[in-house]
Each structure stands twice: as structure tokens, then as C-alpha cells.
């Protein structure tokens, strides 16, 4: 039977779930998006946090004065900050592929502003991470999200932080390997059919002098970069999978740092 009694004496409790609740959601994917309204964000952190209020161990907090009780504060918004940006860093994946394929379509010097991430990406690169955004959803990928942060609380209790940079720093540089691995597996399409084009341009070159290859290989690559976009559209699935699985496994290689 859940207890919904709530006491002065345990805010203190409260208090430290909402801050890695809110800290969490303020950088997580989808959830941490700079179109979702703040209040929206503070109210699902709130709704969240009373939940697991009277589901999480309450072990005892050992600090004497107002400094100390702040360490706890701060230590529990590094861990929601850690966790929500272990999957958030994973949406650099898409990322990195677009701005290679478009380096290779020529589309690298058209830079667009992406509201969601305040930053300036390529064309490419912020089609894929819309999608791969849509199909976040559809799967219920950010419910899991959700759940990584609240099942945090039975690994890592509430003020019992212990960071341990050095695996932390081995998952990032894991993650590092990985993000190159994947991003050059969903630009390898491009740079096949680019790459044949280069060569059928060159001989072109060689055997036509008196043709501009260069004035007619921007075209044509346009061309082939929007054709192999379009005829591997259906793999996007795919490459969601891999991003997915990546931020699972960065969610629990940084939870394992904290305990």
C-alpha cells in the first residue's frame, strides 16, 4: 500500500529525488528538448519525483550543517546530469554521419540552426535526427530513458554517490570508438556510390578534356547523394537500433561509475 503521508522531518529526502529528477530531465534526450516549455519539464520532474518518493530507500544522510546537506545537492545534480547526458551525447551519432555525408555530397557549406539542440548543423544531419527523434517515440525509447534515472535510485541511493572518473572515462573514450564505428556505417552507402562517381569523373576527365568535370560533378553528385538518400530510407530503422542500444549501454556504463 502506497503512503501518500508526507512530513517536514523527510523534504529533505524530496528534495534531493526532485533535484536528480530535474537535472536528469533538463538534459536527456527528447525530454530535455528546447521546444518542450520549462514548466512542462519542472511539472513532469515534480509528478516523477512524488512517485518515487515513497517507493526509493531513504538510507541515512550524514551531514551536520546546511554545507554539508549542499554537498548532497550538488552530488545528486551530477548524477541526474551524468545519466541524462550519457544518452543525450548519443544523438551526436547522427550527427557526425550527416556532416560527413554532406561533406561528400557538397552540402557542408549549407549549414541550418537546430532549435532542438542550439547548434548549427548540416541539412542531412538534422533530417536524420528528426527521424531518428520520431522513431525515439513511436518505440517508447523514452520511457525507458524515464525509467533508467528512476531505476537509479536502487543502485545508487540517494546521497551514496561514488564517481569513479576512471571508468568514467573509459566509457566515454568506448563511447568515442563506437560513435566513429556507427557514423562511418550509415555514411558508407555515400561514399560507395560517391567514390564510383569520382572514378567515372576521372576517366571522364581523361577521355572528354574538353568537358568542365567540375562544373558537372557538383550536379551530379547532388544527383547520387539525394538517390541513395532516398533508397535508403527504409535502413533509417536500423540506424535507430544502433543508437538506441548505444544509449543503453552508455546509461549503464555511467551508472556504473557512481556506485
Known sequence: MVNFAFSLNN???????????????????????SAVPRRVKVGLSLFVAIFMYNIVNKPDLEYTSAVGYSVIVVREVMTGLLIGFAAYICNSIILFAGNIIDMDMGFSMAMEFNPSLNTQSTITGNFYYYLVMLILVASDMHSFILRAVC?????V???????????????????????????FR???????????LNCVLGIMAKVAPQMN?????MQLKLLVGFAV??????????????????IKTMVVLIIEGLY
Do not use: Q
Not at 11 to 33: K, M, Q, T
Not at 157 to 183: C, E, Q, R
Open 11 to 33: 523534504f529533505e529526502y524530496f528534495l534531493l529525488i526532485l533535484v536528480r529528477i530535474v537535472s536528469f530531465v533538463f538534459v536527456a534526450p527528447f525530454f530535455g528538448d
Open 151 to 155: 531505476d537509479s535510485f536502487t543502485v
Open 157 to 183: 541511493p540517494i546521497g551514496k554517490a561514488v564517481f569513479d572518473w576512471d571508468h568514467l572515462l573509459l566509457s566515454i573514450t568506448k563511447y568515442m570508438g563506437d560513435m566513429f564505428v556507427i557514423g
Open 186 to 196: 550509415i555514411f558508407l552507402p555515400f561514399f560507395a556510390c560517391i567514390m564510383i
Open 213 to 217: 568535370m567540375f562544373s558537372v560533378g
Open 229 to 246: 538518400l532516398f533508397l535508403t530510407i527504409f535502413l533509417v530503422p536500423t540506424v535507430a537500433n544502433f543508437i538506441f542500444n548505444e
